[in-house]
């Protein structure tokens, strides 16, 4: 048994996921989450602007990491990884961000490429349950960048990410580009498959508790569409008081509806699962393949 950390440094908010590690078997093993904790540092705000992190973002972003330090030391975490995507890549100043997150904090905080994020995302157990016979699309819809992956019989076909994100979107900051290459994209890779969309990120996470479907079953395009009609005639404000959402949630919901149905519009999917996982759950995983391979494990 052992306890693992993740942490996902987003455009939108820095998560903390904390898991142990049960063998209960030679093949199998249960990951069992302890603690899911998230703040809200919207980075991408400054970044998608002005093309820095702020002074204030920043003193904001070590006292997290420097909670998430002590968090960890509670629940007596062995091994964690810490990962920065989308606004930390187009920070003008993101090196110098986490040089000083390393002097503060000794945290080695590590930027990674949009390929890396959505290989990453997808590094989990859940393709090893789904139909052989079917394809399905991964979808990742974060503040900054959105990734997917094709899987069919149970195999990577394809990954690619792309700078549609809901903060981009909410500020009107996506180039038309973008949308024609992740449109060329579906319809090149997906041409052959029929497929059934998987979708992960806060946002379709919160779609599908309200829709009170059970878990394991899909959402329909016909429900997105009813939500994102019903959203958009809303204030944020009506938005948070009538569905409890957080200010950062209700702002971002109706951007990320658009970016998922647009998906699943091109890629000709009736249907969404939600399985709840992220890139966090993808970080402790590959980092649980990292410490089964070393020597000494």
Same mark, same amino acid.
């Given at each position: 048994?052992?306890?693992?950390?993740?942490?996902?440094?987003?455009?939108?908010?820095?998560?903390?996921?904390?898991?142990?590690?049960?063998?209960?078997?030679?093949?199998?093993?249960?990951?069992?989450?302890?603690?899911?904790?998230?703040?809200?540092?919207?980075?991408?705000?400054?970044?998608?602007?002005?093309?820095?992190?702020?002074?204030?973002?920043?003193?904001?972003?070590?006292?997290?990491?420097?909670?998430?330090?002590?968090?960890?030391?509670?629940?007596?975490?062995?091994?964690?990884?810490?990962?920065?995507?989308?606004?930390?890549?187009?920070?003008?100043?993101?090196?110098?961000?986490?040089?000083?997150?390393?002097?503060?904090?000794?945290?080695?905080?590590?930027?990674?490429?949009?390929?890396?994020?959505?290989?990453?995302?997808?590094?989990?157990?859940?393709?090893?349950?789904?139909? $052989? /016979?079917?394809?399905?699309?991964?979808?990742?819809? !974060? @503040?900054?960048?959105?990734? *997917?992956?094709?899987? =069919? +019989?149970? #195999?990577?076909?394809?990954?690619?990410?792309?700078?549609?994100?809901?903060?981009?979107?909410?500020?009107?900051?996506?180039?038309?580009?973008?949308?024609?290459?992740?449109?060329?994209?579906?319809?090149?890779?997906? $041409? /052959?498959?029929?497929?059934?969309?998987?979708?992960? !990120? @806060?946002?379709?996470?919160? *779609?599908?508790?309200? =829709? +009170?479907? #059970?878990?394991?079953?899909?959402?329909?395009?016909?429900?997105?569409?009813?939500?994102?009609?019903?959203?958009?005639?809303?204030?944020?404000?009506?938005?948070?008081?009538?569905?409890?959402?957080?200010?950062?949630?209700?702002?971002?919901?109706?951007?990320?509806?658009?970016?998922?149905?647009?998906?699943?519009?091109?890629?000709?999917?009736?249907?969404?699962?939600?399985?709840?996982?992220?890139?966090?759950?993808?970080?402790?995983?590959?980092?649980?393949?990292?410490?089964?391979?070393?020597?000494?494990?």
């Amino acid at each position: 048994m052992m306890r693992l950390a993740a942490i996902d440094v987003g455009s939108n908010a820095a998560r903390l996921l904390i898991k142990e590690i049960r063998s209960i078997s030679p093949n199998e093993v249960d990951f069992i989450k302890l603690n899911l904790v998230r703040v809200p540092l919207r980075l991408g705000f400054d970044v998608f602007e002005t093309g820095m992190i702020s002074d204030q973002r920043i003193a904001y972003l070590v006292d997290t990491l420097r909670a998430y330090q002590l968090l960890m030391q509670v629940y007596q975490v062995t091994h964690y990884m810490a990962c920065a995507t989308s606004a930390m890549r187009e920070a003008k100043n993101g090196e110098q961000v986490i040089a000083h997150v390393r002097e503060q904090t000794g945290m080695a905080l590590q930027i990674i490429s949009g390929q890396q994020e959505a290989s990453l995302i997808f590094e989990n157990h859940v393709a090893e349950h789904l139909s $052989k /016979s079917k394809s399905y699309l991964y979808v990742d819809v !974060g @503040g900054g960048s959105t990734e *997917i992956s094709l899987f =069919s +019989k149970q #195999k990577q076909v394809f990954s690619a990410s792309f700078n549609i994100g809901t903060i981009r979107l909410l500020h009107q900051q996506i180039d038309q580009n973008q949308w024609n290459a992740l449109k060329a994209c579906l319809k090149k890779q997906i $041409k /052959s498959h029929k497929v059934v969309l998987i979708g992960s !990120g @806060g946002n379709i996470n919160k *779609i599908f508790s309200l =829709s +009170k479907v #059970k878990p394991g079953k899909s959402l329909s395009i016909d429900l997105l569409k009813n939500y994102y009609r019903k959203f958009r005639q809303m204030t944020v404000e009506e938005r948070m008081h009538r569905y409890q959402m957080r200010e950062d949630r209700a702002d971002v919901i109706v951007p990320a509806l658009e970016i998922y149905l647009n998906i699943m519009r091109w890629s000709g999917a009736r249907e969404i699962l939600v399985p709840q996982i992220g890139l966090a759950d993808g970080l402790i995983d590959h980092l649980y393949r990292q410490l089964l391979a070393q020597p000494n494990s």
